[in-house]
């Protein structure tokens, strides 16, 4: 017979709800000293054990009694000795450290003296921890239960006797759920007994019997650590039929949930349905970092189990540090262009399977812990689905049982693919020796020997022997989707486009770079809306053709090798200007063989006009040389640099996705940037000096962002100016421009190089050219700095700083180095205000000489957490010069010790500094022969203590 547990028994009793309602009072502490609430059973708590002290080396483990006093009178079980000689009622076991302290509840002893008809084989020590003090009158709910293990029963007394002593219930732990430093906390304690009436009218029913709660407390100290959470997860799916939403993935807000979502119905030859990304906010503290967040994704038919999960990574947006040191991040990506329908092929209803996962490292041990937490519905993911109809298109799968070629009907299972035909090549298993496809189009293929090649990723691939073919008739290969299956880049297939071209009219499905291309063949993308994986391996000769308007949209990265082009025909194609660290296209430059000394040309984009683009991220480095114009790929922007410095390998960038607002620009009714900005880094920037061609388009110059978040905006052609930021776009300065005509802007004598774009002069531009300002906290002040490339008529500057953003009072003045100057000029302020908390705004009056001003927008520092945060701050940081300042706090005054050290350990300089009690600002120059990359500055104090930090050199 199936034994019942203790909660079925409780649904098949008629009583249930006559002891449902002590039962509950047992769990949130009610009850008397020895409450009877079975028939007339009696329970006495005896003791309690726990382990306390504030570190591990302190612990000690004590047996406490349960209360100061225990009834001792006939008919209840006789008091016992507490061998620590100590009442838990009542103890304040004071404050203990979240990170090092102990506080464990080890079990306890309970007896019970049983009525003849009733009979206990369950006892627990119920508890509960919450904020609260020993004066409070009710304490925490017992949410938590330690059961004891039967040690004795008297036959004659009928007294029952549980005990257990190595629980070890961390109840540090719990304050880890609420509260903050140094907040009081209950932990209160009581017992429950659970059993069976043996006798009577309620014979076989369940009886529990309780006892009064014992109280007690501490203060948690420290940081209290808390485990890494992952909520408001949605994902972003999109269609005709849907519009743009975000599905809930845990049910958290308004959206509609996407378990058991019904996501419509689509056409299986031309239907769009986009997984575009989603949202995510985690949650973390003290060692805990979060450091990713990927959205899992799979498509599997409604009567399958499915396949492997493709991933999505979001991008971290932003970052929130709360006062109790809790850092909130939030994640976000809204076009990930995933068309769910590729590669389907056959009607019916499928599933869409989804979850989350964040990831991140705990720094508390060496090596440091990684870790991960998942929103997975509870490990059934969420799962909603769609229905796929219509007459499919034919579907083909490569079998390779002739040859290696494409155009040979036996080595595919429904022919030859066309522009109608969804072609998928398998990813065959380790040593399988069927040949994966070549593409000799119109050509003929001699014979040739079995070899190997090395691809761009350094894989050895097998090269089969070949009795050639003559595909001289062929035409272009073509085919509707594209699937290259895969699973990683050592586990994948093979698909080469050798001679002549490959025509693809829907989705290219490449994630991990199947495809591979020679130099002279052409992959030309024909069909209306489709999205593209890029290619690990690189492409040669790239055309986007097609439906005119059609948007091809970009998956992964797509990078295009020397030698070739992107050529723009019919179609715009897109990437996610957002995420420009996994989606872009990128140029290489000249190519010059080792071994023969032949050059091949950088890579070109061709045929960019109005109505066909590229919109988005794309990049590229490539050397330039003194009074030599260097095009840069031809995407947009051409520079000719004129000074005595070589600039080296220059990295060049341009993003169309959007624009900046006018509120960076400053001045007078600013208007907005253009849809276009260059980034422009030389590898040698010192010194450096060039003459800019910045082009652009018409539909560049209107629908532009305005700061109110709306796009109404448009600029004036014939105003435009070229303008630079060199703070991440926070703060645009006035360049002006030398010339404009047939969209481009030319600007000579550039100096200051970093992210350029355009929009309407101002009429009064400021008489301060700002190019940075920061405000950094350093320990217990904050550091604020400014740089400025050019002043005019300029008296100097206030510090002013506000507690909410809108009321500022002025903190200090600083003089301009000069009234008028056309070089950088670096200056600095530290508040040191005591008693600083919260958040701090600082913004910068500039005073003309003639009594005008003008303000720049405030930056933020957060008075939070540990009070030696940013001991030491350097600036400017990237240094972009020879000078590097460091601003640092000591408690005293007298020498130390400077050394800056290279990645590698190298000690590059090492000096006597002397330093002032309070804060000292450094001057570290002639750091102009410093190579580009990452250096660690360390300075030892009078103390001997030794302050660190990165340095970047450009």
């Not at 017979?1 to 709800?17: A, E, G, I, N, Y």
């Not at 005990?163 to 609420?178: E, F, K, S, V």
């Amino acid at each position: 017979m199936q034994t019942l547990t203790f909660t079925q028994k409780l649904l098949r009793q008629r009583s249930f709800f006559n002891f449902l309602i002590p039962l509950l009072a047992v769990f949130v502490g009610l009850g008397a000293s020895q409450t009877a609430l079975a028939q007339s059973s009696t329970v006495d708590f005896r003791n309690v054990i726990v382990t306390y002290g504030t570190s591990a080396a302190t612990q000690t483990t004590n047996t406490f009694d349960a209360v100061a006093t225990r009834p001792g009178a006939t008919g209840t079980p006789p008091p016992a000795t507490a061998s620590g000689g100590a009442i838990f009622d009542g103890t304040d076991f004071g404050p203990l450290s979240v990170d090092a302290g102990r506080l464990l509840l080890e079990g306890g002893t309970i007896a019970i003296r049983e009525d003849s008809q009733e009979e206990y084989f369950q006892a627990f020590v119920v508890f509960g921890v919450a904020p609260g003090t020993l004066a409070d009158a009710t304490g925490p709910a017992f949410t938590q239960s330690v059961q004891l293990t039967q040690t004795s029963y008297n036959n004659s007394s009928k007294v029952r006797t549980f005990t257990l002593n190595n629980a070890a219930r961390n109840i540090l732990a719990m304050a880890m759920q609420g509260g903050s430093p140094g907040t009081d906390y209950r932990f209160d304690i009581g017992v429950r007994a659970v059993g069976t009436y043996t006798g009577g009218p309620k014979r076989g029913e369940d009886a529990i019997i309780g006892a009064q709660r014992r109280r007690s407390m501490f203060t948690a100290t420290g940081v209290i650590i808390t485990p890494p959470t992952l909520t408001g997860t949605t994902a972003l799916i999109s269609s005709p039929s849907l519009g743009n939403v975000n599905y809930d993935a845990n049910n958290v807000s308004a959206n509609p949930d996407l378990d058991n979502a019904f996501l419509g119905q689509y056409d299986v030859n031309t239907g769009q349905l986009l997984l575009n990304g989603g949202t995510a906010t985690t949650t973390e503290n003290g060692p805990n970092t979060v450091s990713s967040v990927i959205l899992y994704y799979r498509v599997r038919s409604s009567t399958t189990g499915g396949g492997a999960f493709q991933s999505i990574a979001l991008t971290q947006t932003s970052i929130n540090e709360s006062a109790g040191g809790t850092r909130t991040r939030t994640f976000s990506l809204s076009n990930a262009a995933r068309n769910l329908l590729a590669g389907i092929g056959t009607t019916g209803n499928y599933n869409l399977d989804v979850y989350l996962q964040a990831s991140g490292v705990n720094s508390s041990t060496s090596p440091n812990r990684t870790f991960s937490v998942n929103d997975d519905n509870d490990g059934q993911n969420y799962i909603a689905n769609f229905i796929v109809n219509g007459t499919p298109f034919g579907n083909t799968v490569w079998t390779g049982g002739i040859n290696d070629n494409w155009f040979d009907a036996r080595n595919w299972n429904n022919g030859v693919p066309n522009m109608n035909t969804n072609a998928t090549i398998p990813n065959f298993p380790s040593g399988t020796a069927v040949p994966y496809p070549n593409i000799y189009s119109d050509a003929m293929r001699p014979p040739t020997a079995a070899t190997t090649e090395i691809d761009s990723e350094g894989n050895t691939i097998n090269i089969p022997a070949s009795a050639g073919y003559d595909n001289s008739t062929s035409g272009n290969a073509m085919v509707r989707n594209l699937v290259l299956q895969a699973t990683s880049q050592l586990d994948r297939s093979i698909l080469r486009l050798v001679v002549g071209q490959l025509d693809v009219f829907g989705d290219f499905m490449n994630e991990q770079g199947s495809f591979i291309q020679r130099a002279e063949p052409v992959i030309s993308f024909k069909g209306g809306n489709q999205t593209i994986s890029g290619s690990a391996n690189g492409f040669t000769k790239v055309e986007i053709d097609g439906t005119p308007g059609s948007i091809k949209t970009l998956v992964t990265n797509f990078n295009v090798r020397s030698g070739g082009y992107l050529k723009f025909i019919n179609g715009i194609l897109v990437t996610n200007g957002s995420a420009v660290s996994t989606n872009f296209v990128e140029f290489a430059g000249t190519l010059t063989d080792p071994n023969t000394s032949v050059v091949t040309p950088a890579a070109q984009l061709i045929g960019e006009n109005e109505n066909s683009y590229l919109r988005g991220y794309i990049k590229t480095t490539q050397v330039a040389a003194t009074g030599v114009r260097q095009n840069f790929s031809n995407i947009g922007l051409a520079l000719t640099f004129t000074g005595s410095t070589e600039p080296g390998a220059v990295f060049v960038s341009r993003n169309t996705t959007g624009n900046t607002p006018p509120s960076a620009f400053g001045g007078a009714s600013p208007k907005p940037g253009i849809r276009r900005t260059f980034g422009v880094q030389p590898g040698n920037a010192a010194g450096a000096r060039a003459k800019m061609e910045f082009r652009y388009l018409d539909n560049e110059l209107v629908n532009l962002r305005l700061n109110d978040g709306s796009f109404n905006g448009s600029v004036d052609e014939n105003k435009l100016s070229l303008y630079l930021s060199t703070n991440g776009t926070n703060t645009y300065s006035q360049l002006g421009r030398d010339g404009l005509s047939n969209n481009v802007l030319v600007k000579n004598e550039i100096t200051a190089f970093n992210t350029f774009t355009l929009s309407e002069a101002l009429v009064n531009p400021l008489p301060v050219t700002l190019t940075t300002f920061n405000a950094e906290r350093m320990g217990a002040d904050a550091l604020i700095t400014w740089e400025t490339a050019s002043e005019f008529n300029s008296k100097g500057f206030e510090v002013q700083v506000s507690t909410d953003g809108q009321q500022f009072r002025t903190l200090g003045s600083v003089a301009s180095a000069t009234v008028n100057s056309t070089k950088k000029t670096n200056y600095s302020y530290v508040d040191t205000e005591a008693n600083k908390v919260g958040t701090r705004y600082y913004r910068l009056r500039q005073i003309d000489v003639n009594g005008k001003d003008a303000f720049f927008s405030p930056r933020t520092v957060l008075f939070t957490g540990n009070a030696l945060a940013n001991a030491m701050v350097a600036y400017p940081n990237p240094i972009n010069g020879s000078e590097l300042r460091l601003v640092l706090q000591s408690v005293v005054a007298g020498k130390g010790q400077l050394r800056i050290t290279d990645i590698t350990g190298r000690v590059i300089r090492q000096e006597s500094v002397e330093l002032t009690s309070g804060v000292s600002d450094l001057s570290i120059k002639n750091l102009g022969d410093l190579k580009a990359g990452m250096y660690l500055v360390g300075v030892t104090l009078p103390t001997g203590e030794t302050q660190n930090l990165k340095i970047v050199k450009q």
